[in-house]
């Protein structure tokens, strides 16, 4: 039971412009969502986080927007450069759970930005 | 600087031998986690831990068992390793995110 999707496997963007990658989630209980960037051969890194409260939250040219009526959120990537190439993950918490952090993963969106 | 270590990048052992793989972080945090990485499955929570000689099971327990007897240490046992288990293997520390280490590429064969 996958209870963070990410539907989209694979996504290519032209370098320069937006990238725009996707997740779902299920489970109504999770109130804080995060976003890792993975490069091959190293560990995820923290990139972006939202909590329920919020819909939408920025970080430079990284913005995580949250629907919760639709359990969707976004990262959107402006402008797109060719160091965003790497394999992004989705992950969902519960803040009734913190102190335990245990994070959901989603199955990752690989993203490939073309010079 | 966050520091999340694995005691090796690659690893091959042969099926049923016992496998030990290491994680030491030294950034004080209370909870350690082990995941293992598949093409098309994600990251899956095989144990965390969060207090010294405590632990808890994540989605995918079965076949592994873990050791915390320090705050900063938090080893992954694979009791009798089998092919299935051929993975890449992360650990991860966290206060609020999460902060992994570089990952263990584990083959069994």
């Known amino acids: 039971d996958q209870q963070v999707k990410q539907n989209s496997p694979s996504l290519s963007v032209q370098e320069g412009r937006i990238s725009i990658l996707n997740c779902d989630y299920t489970n109504s209980m999770f109130d804080y969502f995060l976003w890792y960037k993975k490069y091959p051969a190293e560990g995820p890194t923290f990139l972006i986080s939202?909590?329920?409260?919020?819909d939408k939250n920025e970080d430079g040219r990284f913005t995580v927007f949250l629907n919760k009526s639709a359990k969707h959120l976004s990262l959107h990537i402006v402008p797109s450069q060719p160091g965003d190439s790497a394999v992004y993950f989705c992950a969902a918490s519960s803040l009734s759970n913190f102190g335990n952090e245990k994070l959901t993963f989603g199955t990752g969106t690989r993203l490939t930005i073309i010079p | 600087d966050v520091k999340v270590t694995q005691s090796s990048r690659y690893l091959v052992k042969r099926t049923g031998e016992k496998v030990f793989l290491e994680c030491v972080q030294d950034m004080d945090h209370e909870n350690m986690f082990w995941y293992r990485q598949d093409p098309g499955l994600g990251l899956r929570l095989i144990y965390f831990?969060?207090?010294?000689?405590?632990?808890e099971k994540g989605d995918i327990p079965e076949g592994y068992s873990v050791s915390r007897e320090k705050k900063e240490r938090f080893s992954l046992i694979l009791e009798s390793a089998s092919t299935n288990q051929t993975s890449m293997y992360l650990c991860?520390?966290?206060?609020?995110?999460?902060?992994f280490g570089p990952g263990t590429r584990l083959t069994v064969l």
């Open positions: 939202i909590s329920s409260i919020k």
């Open positions: 991860a520390s966290s206060i609020n995110e999460q902060f």
């Open positions: 831990s969060y207090d010294v000689k405590m632990k």
